[in-house]
């Protein structure tokens, strides 16, 4: 990890902390020795289902230990996660997204170091884990990596006559078809902020070099001028009108009339979302199947002139971490969760993409299978540029891109507050 963005994102913590134990107190966990707490954002079926399942096989397994799980939307428990950091009273067991996030929470001495007591789990999942590692130890352990991409209705597509994309100028055109044929184009859950800062995130993946990406992630330096032109191939985007209406309050993921809702229930042909989309879709249809078997998958189409390369990805995982002085019964808990039975479970749910080798073959959606050989082939896969740069510079960045979609700003004004955070956080 690299420094300055450590330095950084510590700073951010310590300064919104208000108990002691945010910067490195003794109190950051939440239950005794025997009751392990465990926060997750698999809110709906069949996740919700199986993590319920794991944790009373757990139980079963070490008698006298009691696993307090708590599920909640993924825009809850960050929320929720972002108190628990600023107050030190964080749970047991908890999601960790990596890059500058890690290595604040790392450097406030909130999270624990695994890499001794999980060497095996370690070892097994291999590369994967270079995400969450900081100064060479890792402090947690990733469960599901994987990219974004733009999950589309075959039948929808098939009844306007359109094929997947693979540029941006052939994306607006499928859009047009689509709406020619009476099917809404897109959804998408800009009320949440982060669905429509991938759109952003994604068009800097193509407009900019991996060198330049790179680069600034290093220094937070963003001359470049591949940055204004992300905005502007997203605002001329936008101005086509290929979302939703309403999009800019629609939240993401939380019901039938959420970004994903509206696809799973075929109000729209298509949505940018995650690696997780079929699972979560499958928890907003009455017969619990999303899609189905109508679910397809395009990458994020190239820009025509762009010096980034088309086959990149934009992507990221989440990633099981122990609080510090949370009961070591908690760190079997996590090593548990990446055995290969959770894994394959979890992959058997379509719950997203396993890290753990012996478990991708279980995967049991085909397109989901498919985005394996996607994530593994990739030249690079950039992580979430909110995680990479750290709050601070991601905060103001999302920001910044949701009032672009808005129209309230510009390529520029986005450019001009990620600079702006970066320089004041020193």
């Given at each position: 990890?690299?420094?300055?963005?450590?330095?950084?994102a510590?700073?951010?913590?310590?300064?919104?902390?208000?108990?002691?134990?945010?910067?490195?107190?003794?109190?950051?966990?939440?239950?005794?020795?025997?009751?392990?707490t465990?926060w997750?954002?698999s809110?709906?079926?069949p996740?919700?289902?199986?993590?319920?399942?794991?944790?009373?096989?757990?139980?079963?397994?070490?008698?006298?230990?009691?696993?307090?799980?708590?599920?909640?939307?993924?825009?809850?428990?960050?929320?929720?996660?972002?108190?628990?950091?600023?107050?030190?009273?964080?749970p047991?067991?908890?999601?960790?997204?990596?890059?500058?996030e890690?290595?604040?929470?790392?450097?406030?001495?909130?999270?624990?170091?695994l890499?001794?007591?999980?060497?095996?789990?370690?070892?097994a999942?291999?590369?994967?884990?270079?995400?969450?590692?900081?100064?060479?130890?890792?402090?947690?352990?990733?469960?599901?990596?994987?990219?974004v991409?733009?999950?589309?209705n075959?039948?929808?597509?098939?009844?306007?006559?359109?094929?997947?994309?693979?540029?941006m100028?052939?994306?607006?055109?499928?859009?047009?078809?689509?709406?020619?044929?009476?099917?809404?184009p897109?959804?998408?859950g800009a009320?949440?902020?982060?669905?429509a800062?991938?759109?952003?995130?994604?068009a800097?993946?193509?407009?900019?070099?991996?060198?330049?990406?790179?680069?600034?992630?290093?220094?937070?330096d963003?001359?470049?001028?591949?940055?204004?032109?992300?905005?502007?191939?997203v605002q001329?985007?936008?101005?086509?009108?290929?979302f939703?209406?309403?999009?800019?309050?629609?939240?993401?993921q939380?019901?039938?009339?959420?970004a994903?809702?509206?696809?799973a229930?075929?109000?729209?042909?298509?949505?940018?979302?995650?690696?997780?989309?079929?699972?979560?879709?499958?928890?907003?249809?009455?017969?619990g199947?999303?899609?189905?078997?109508?679910?397809?998958?395009?990458?994020?189409?190239?820009?025509?002139?762009?010096?980034?390369?088309?086959?990149?990805?934009?992507?990221?995982?989440?990633a099981?971490?122990?609080?510090?002085?949370?009961?070591?019964?908690?760190?079997?808990?996590?090593?548990?969760?990446?055995?290969e039975?959770?894994?394959?479970?979890?992959?058997?749910?379509?719950?997203?993409?396993?890290?753990?080798?012996?478990?991708?073959?279980?995967?049991?959606?085909?397109?989901l299978?498919?985005?394996?050989?996607?994530r593994?082939?990739a030249?690079?896969?950039?992580?979430?540029?909110?995680?990479?740069?750290g709050?601070?510079?991601?905060?103001?960045?999302?920001?910044?891109?949701?009032l672009?979609?808005?129209?309230?700003?510009?390529p520029q004004?986005?450019?001009?507050?990620?600079?702006?955070?970066a320089?004041?956080?020193?």
């Open positions: 990890m690299r420094k300055q963005t450590r330095v950084a510590l700073a951010l913590v310590c300064a919104t902390a208000t108990l002691t134990a945010a910067c490195g107190g003794d109190d950051t966990a939440a239950g005794d020795d025997n009751t392990i465990w997750h954002n809110n709906n079926e996740g919700k289902g199986f993590y319920e399942k794991v944790a009373a096989d757990f139980e079963d397994a070490n008698p006298g230990v009691t696993v307090e799980v708590t599920a909640m939307a993924h825009e809850d428990m960050v929320d929720n996660l972002a108190a628990a950091f600023q107050s030190g009273d964080l047991d067991v908890y999601m960790e997204r990596g890059g500058g890690l290595a604040a929470h790392v450097d406030a001495g909130l999270t624990r170091d890499t001794d007591d999980a060497a095996d789990e370690i070892e999942i291999g590369g994967s884990v270079a995400g969450w590692q900081v100064d060479d130890r890792t402090y947690a352990l990733p469960f599901s990596v994987g990219v991409g733009v999950w589309y075959r039948d929808e597509f098939e009844a306007a006559g359109v094929t997947p994309p693979t540029t100028s052939e994306w607006e055109q499928v859009n047009d078809d689509l709406k020619a044929a009476g099917i809404a897109l959804s998408l009320g949440d902020t982060w669905p800062a991938h759109y952003w995130y994604y800097a993946v193509r407009t900019c070099s991996q060198d330049v990406l790179t680069q600034a992630v290093a220094d937070l963003f001359a470049d001028p591949c940055f204004v032109e992300a905005g502007e191939v001329d985007f936008v101005a086509t009108e290929p939703n209406k309403g999009f800019l309050a629609t939240p993401a939380e019901g039938a009339s959420s994903s809702g509206l696809l229930t075929g109000k729209v042909a298509s949505e940018m979302q995650g690696h997780w989309e079929p699972g979560v879709m499958q928890g907003l249809t009455d017969d199947e999303g899609l189905g078997d109508k679910t397809g998958w395009f990458p994020f189409p190239a820009v025509e002139g762009g010096a980034g390369d088309p086959t990149a990805a934009l992507g990221g995982g989440d099981w971490a122990v609080s510090e002085g949370a009961p070591d019964t908690a760190v079997d808990l996590v090593t548990y969760l990446l055995s039975d959770v894994q394959r479970g979890f992959a058997e749910n379509d719950m997203g993409l396993p890290t753990l080798p012996s478990a991708t073959d279980a995967i049991s959606d085909p397109v299978a498919d985005l394996i050989e996607v593994d082939s030249p690079y896969v950039q992580l979430y540029f909110d995680t990479a740069f709050e601070s510079v991601g905060g103001a960045m999302n920001d910044a891109i949701a672009m979609f808005a129209g309230k700003a510009t004004d986005v450019v001009d507050a990620m600079q702006q955070a320089d004041d956080q020193g």
